[in-house]
């Protein structure tokens, strides 16, 4: 870790990212926990493609894989939240000019 980097934990969303694992493969899990490490380190806008919520502040779309997205919140200063993980057609408030499974 770079000194000086502001660190997050994770506080809402635990049950979420449970009930979605137990149902997810493994390589999607993998996936998934390594863009949540970058979420707690600070370095998620340069390790994955991130995308503002264009509905709410201080919401962003993390696209993990091409077929799947964590939309996460930032509303306390040292915490995010999970608010959605699945399949990218299935996300709330995902809009782009372009076509979601482009």
């Keep these: 870790m770079t000194k000086g980097r502001r660190r997050f934990r994770l506080n809402l969303g635990m049950t979420r990212l449970e009930d979605w694992a137990a149902a997810a493969g493994q390589i999607d899990k993998n996936a998934v926990y390594k ?3 970058a979420v707690s380190d600070g370095t998620v ?3 994955h493609k991130v995308l503002d919520d264009v509905h709410h502040t201080r919401e962003f779309f993390i696209m ?3 077929h799947l997205v964590i939309k ?4 306390e200063t040292d ?5 959605y993980i699945g399949p990218i057609d299935d996300a709330p408030n995902f809009e782009l ?5 482009a």
């Design 64 to 66: 993990v894989k091409p």
């Design 79 to 83: 915490s995010f939240g999970i608010l």
């Design 72 to 75: 996460i919140c930032f509303h």
């Design 45 to 47: 806008f340069q390790t």
């Design 97 to 101: 000019d372009i076509e979601k499974s």
């Design 35 to 37: 863009a949540l490490f």
